[in-house]
């Protein structure tokens, strides 16, 4: 239900802006919606669950959650609070700062030489 709700908020949000999704829940503040878009990951990738596609699904997650994140939040942050806040989200199914990294990679412009 919160997963549902979340998705509404955030696909309302993207096509007529802030001020129709205050509409949306009839009138629940501002506050009310981002807490609704904090519940959390509601179902987060494991090793387990994944096997060795982990890396691939964590990726997939990652970007999906970062999307909403980054609207709210200016569209830049640095990869510590990145990684705080999607732990965060994802509950007691933590990442390690390696697995985020490396699925973060894929992210990452390639730097350019100097010919």
């Not at 990869?79 to 992210?107: H, K, M």
Request: aromatic residues 4%.
């Amino acid at each position: 239900m919160a997963e549902l709700l979340r998705e509404r908020i955030r696909r309302d949000r993207l096509e007529s802006g802030a001020a129709a999704s205050s509409l949306l829940l009839g009138g629940v503040d501002q506050e009310m919606e981002d807490l609704l878009l904090d519940v959390g990951i509601v179902n987060p990738v494991t090793k387990e669950s994944a096997g060795s596609l982990y890396h691939r699904h964590l990726s997939r997650q990652l970007a999906d959650w970062l999307v909403a994140v980054l609207e709210r939040r200016g569209g830049v942050m640095a990869a510590p609070d990145i990684y705080c806040l999607f732990n965060r989200a994802r509950g007691t199914e933590l990442v390690s700062p390696e697995d985020l990294i490396q699925v973060e990679r894929p992210f990452s412009p390639s730097p350019t030489l100097p010919s």
